[in-house]
């Protein structure tokens, strides 16, 4: 059973910018063995719904919501069996639980989560 | 504004059924689009509940039912329990909007 692990700083100042890294155990992020997957970044603002942030395949392919392909950059290090996410520019408004998941890509659907990591932009 | 709309809230009493929609339109689940549920409880990551429009995965009990007709689609629960007292999202794939995943609002379910 594949397990993800956010980690990352809790607080950011505005206009700087948010860098989080996901561990992947239990699974190599480059196997295709038992199926293809993307690994993805969703967010979610303090008693608000969720919001897809954007994903990568191991490869190095990514794909980016609309909303915040102007800020955000996601890669990875098959290596280390970890992505990371950065989001520039930060503002208050990026204040939200971020959660690293797998999604498996014959059905666009997200199988495993991570616990996920609040992190709060402020001054 | 969400991509995919549900009721902000649903309630029930213990044993009773509930069912919470959602609604999309012709880009996402009108253009044939699965529609995966998600079950946060309270301080907890969300976790798959429904998959491909009615499928559990392992360790769900079958007490959760999905549906999809064109451009809706409903998670159904019977037998209410206690512990099913959470968050619930929908979720599907757009088209329109660069290939994007999109979720609905959210449905807080609260057992009376």
């Known amino acids: 059973q594949v397990q993800l692990q956010e980690s990352g700083p809790g607080l950011v100042k505005p206009s700087q910018t948010l860098s989080l890294t996901c561990t992947v155990s239990?699974?190599?992020?480059?196997?295709?063995?038992?199926?293809?997957?993307?690994w993805s970044w969703i967010r979610q603002h303090p008693a608000k719904g969720l919001e897809w942030i954007g994903y990568?395949?191991?490869?190095?392919?990514?794909h980016y919501s609309p909303s915040l392909r102007s800020r955000v950059t996601i890669s990875v290090d098959t290596f280390k069996n970890q992505f990371s996410l950065t989001v520039s520019s930060v503002t208050a408004a990026d204040t939200a639980m971020y959660y690293c998941?797998?999604?498996?890509?014959?059905?666009?659907?997200?199988?495993?989560w991570g616990q996920g990591t609040l992190v709060t932009v402020s001054s | 504004q969400s991509v995919l709309t549900q009721p902000p809230s649903v309630s029930g009493a213990p044993g009773q059924r509930v069912t919470i929609s959602c609604t999309g339109n012709?880009?996402?689940?009108?253009?044939?689009?699965?529609v995966h549920w998600y079950q946060q409880l309270p301080g907890t990551a969300p976790r798959l509940l429904i998959f491909?429009?009615?499928n559990r995965p392992s360790g769900v009990p079958d007490r959760f039912s999905g549906s999809k007709t064109g451009t809706s689609a409903s998670l159904a629960i019977t037998g209410l329990q206690a512990e099913d007292e959470a968050d619930y999202y929908c979720?599907?794939?757009?088209?329109?909007?660069?290939?994007?995943?999109?979720f609905g609002g959210g449905t807080k379910l609260t057992v009376l």
């Open positions: 239990g699974g190599s992020i480059s196997s295709t063995t038992r199926g293809n997957y993307y």
């Open positions: 990568i395949y191991y490869s190095g392919n990514t």
């Open positions: 012709t880009s996402n689940i009108g253009a044939g689009y699965d």
């Open positions: 979720q599907s794939y757009d088209v329109s909007l660069s290939r994007s995943r999109v």
């Open positions: 491909g429009n009615n």
């Open positions: 998941a797998r999604e498996d890509s014959s059905g666009y659907r997200f199988d495993s």
